[in-house]
Every structure is written in structure tokens, then in C-alpha cells.
């Protein structure tokens, strides 16, 4: 059972960034296509940004494109590098692992994802 734990949210104000971490249990982590999801009250929960199980390979929704990285180490983390931060970027933000996919970027259905983190809050100020 892959555990994951996000960290790195918190308060901003509009323009600034955020780095946040999301570290699984697990050292064949390798394995999984990895993604970042985000819940805003009221709203469904939405891709922000996936990363192949290599890590060579990376897909951004259409809202953080070009203000937002993802990335990973060779150990356990990924990351999601928040820049230009905005006031409706404000959500939860959750790291999510797919264990049924090895193609390029990460899928994009929340549904596809196997495992889920526990959320950390993220909230950009006007």
C-alpha cells in the first residue's frame, strides 16, 4: 500500500510562489505516474500537472501552464513549483499516484489514480 504525504502549502499573496512536496512510503515509487490535483470549495477536483513514472515527461492544465513545474527526484518526492501565484488558485492540493500507466505525461481523470494523499491548503490572497 503506497502512502503519500504533500507539504509546503500555505498563505501568499497574489505573484508569489509556493513549492510544494509530495513524499510516498514506498521505495518502488518509480513506478507510479504521478499527479497534482487541486479542490477549490464547491468544485470538483481538477488536474493541475502529471509526471510520467520516468519523469521525462510532464502535462500542465491549461490554467497553470507556464506558472507551474512539476517534477521529481530519483528517491521518493515530486514536486509542484508554484509561480505567479493567483487568487483563483486557491484550493486544496493534492498528490496522486496511477499505478496502471506508462505513457507520456500523466493521465488527466481523477478517477484513473490510485492512491491520494491528504491534501494541503493553498491560498493566494488579493
Known amino acids: 500500500q503506497l502512502q503519500l504525504g504533500e507539504s509546503g502549502g500555505g498563505l501568499v499573496q497574489t505573484g508569489g510562489s509556493l513549492r510544494l512536496s509530495c513524499t510516498a512510503s514506498?521505495?518502488?515509487?518509480?513506478?507510479?505516474?504521478m499527479g497534482w490535483f487541486r479542490q477549490a470549495p464547491g468544485k470538483e477536483r481538477e488536474f493541475v500537472a502529471g509526471?510520467?513514472?520516468?519523469?521525462?515527461?510532464t502535462n500542465y492544465a491549461d490554467s497553470v501552464m507556464g506558472r507551474f513545474t512539476v517534477s521529481r527526484d530519483r528517491a521518493k518526492t515530486v514536486y509542484l513549483q508554484m509561480n505567479s501565484l493567483k487568487p483563483e488558485d486557491t484550493a486544496v492540493y493534492y498528490c496522486?499516484?496511477?499505478?496502471?500507466?506508462w505513457g507520456s505525461g500523466a493521465r488527466i481523470g481523477p478517477n484513473e489514480y490510485d492512491y491520494w494523499g491528504q491534501g494541503t491548503q493553498v491560498t493566494v490572497s488579493s
Open positions: 509526471i510520467s513514472h520516468s519523469g521525462d515527461s
Open positions: 514506498a521505495p518502488t515509487f518509480t513506478i507510479y505516474t
Open positions: 496522486a499516484a496511477d499505478a496502471n500507466f
